[in-house]
């Protein structure tokens, strides 16, 4: 649970950083210069947000002696290829997206429709998982969206 809770705030606190550069940046720069630019801003944050994701990664692989692990990880084609595409949906697209959601639109407005996660989640994961769908599933999904949406 404590994960859970350090994983929501890491993300709400990077968005609504995020949305503060943005802004600052999107007022800095011209539009005038290159107008199609503004649409790439979110993809470029989303960039510098893996790169010191993945450099404090890293350290801690080395820290903590599992440089090792990583080197066997990679050769496992099965579980890269899985990962790639799990690249591809969460920090490329999802990140991206996100952040050009707070570029567009206020924070609270944005992160309560990302909040809709637990209820898009209910039918793949029954499909994948074969995990039961269950009402009690369905109203606690209902009550954490609108949870986030009383915060905006």
Not at 66 to 88: E, F, H, P, W, Y
Request: with cysteine; proline share 5%; glycine share 14%.
């Amino acid at each position: 649970m404590l994960f859970g809770i350090g994983a929501g705030m890491g993300q709400g606190i990077g968005l609504v950083l995020s949305k503060i550069g943005l802004d600052a940046y999107t007022a800095a720069i011209p539009v005038q210069i290159l107008p199609e630019f503004e649409n790439y801003l979110p993809f470029s944050a989303n960039l510098i947000r893996c790169i010191a994701g993945f450099g404090c990664f890293a350290l801690w692989l080395l820290i903590s002696n599992n440089a090792g692990k990583l080197k066997t990880s990679v050769r496992d084609r099965q579980g890269m290829l899985m990962l790639g595409i799990a690249v591809i949906f969460g920090p490329f697209l999802g990140v991206g997206f996100s952040l050009m959601a707070v570029q567009y639109c206020p924070a609270g407005i944005a992160s309560t429709l990302m909040a809709l996660t637990p209820i898009i989640i209910i039918l793949p994961s029954h499909w994948f998982f074969h995990d039961p769908i269950t009402l009690k599933g369905v109203i606690g999904a209902g009550i954490s969206v609108a949870g986030v949406a009383l915060f905006f």
